[in-house]
């Protein structure tokens, strides 16, 4: 099924991927080069990236009657529980340190995720309503993070209200999205789009967008979010 996606869809997608994951490592880095939570996120990244590919390599996740589905299991719920133990106990240790210019632009990989997927979308392998001819208007997070990273950061208008305003219509978009592309899996939570449900995300690469991408951007916004309300040090 996936070799009728043309190669060039997929090369996209996977330099997409390498610079989300650039932007965290990047991020990080500069946030705490030295410290144990630093280090151990820069290990688990990588090792996670190759685990998914290895096991969507296999079919691992083709499985269309287990519940809860494969992917959710041992996919998303990982980044996300992973996501929910370094805001609880490395916020000060990592997360109050890194940049939220960087944690903004790493949203701009949001627009060539868009393109993929409407290029997925015309090879029948997502449904229409995940793209932006349909109702996702996630693609609008990404050119906003470019518009706002410039009158914030190359401006110098330093706006905490600019931020976190973005990053709840962010947030927004891409809950929106996930809600979607999760109902549409051909899984037995399967509530959307029938005639043409969410199977590319079960293949290589594609599988790096839930498991990988959308947890980074996720990470950022929620990051920056709390950075801004509950922090009191200056933009930077």
Not at 97 to 110: A, G, I
Not at 198 to 223: E, K, M, S
Request: aromatic share 12%; charged share 10%.
């Amino acid at each position: 099924m996936i070799n009728a996606v043309p190669a060039y869809v997929s090369i996209v997608f996977v330099l997409t991927t390498f610079a989300a994951v650039a932007f965290l490592i990047q991020a990080i880095k500069e946030a705490g080069r030295l410290s144990v939570p630093a280090k151990l996120l820069t290990i688990l990244v990588p090792f996670y990236l190759f685990l998914q590919a290895a096991l969507a390599q296999v079919g691992f996740y083709q499985d269309e009657v287990n519940f809860p589905p494969r992917l959710l299991l041992f996919g998303i719920a990982p980044a996300l529980v992973t996501i929910l133990v370094y805001l609880i106990f490395c916020r000060r240790s990592l997360l109050e340190r890194m940049s939220l210019e960087l944690l903004t632009l790493v949203h701009v990989v949001r627009i060539p995720v868009e393109v993929v997927l409407l290029w997925l979308s015309w090879s029948q392998l997502v449904p229409r309503m995940m793209t932006f001819e349909g109702r996702n208007l996630d693609v609008l997070s990404g050119v906003l993070a470019l518009l706002v990273w410039t009158i914030v950061f190359k401006f110098n208008f330093r706006s905490r209200t600019v931020l976190i305003a973005y990053n709840v219509v962010g947030l927004g978009l891409l809950i929106n999205i996930v809600s979607i592309a999760a109902l549409s899996l051909q899984s037995p939570i399967q509530k959307l789009n029938f005639e043409q449900p969410n199977v590319g995300v079960l293949y290589f690469p594609f599988i790096w967008l839930p498991t990988i991408v959308v947890p980074i951007v996720l990470f950022a916004h929620l990051v920056s979010l709390w950075r801004l309300i509950a922090g009191r040090e200056p933009v930077r």
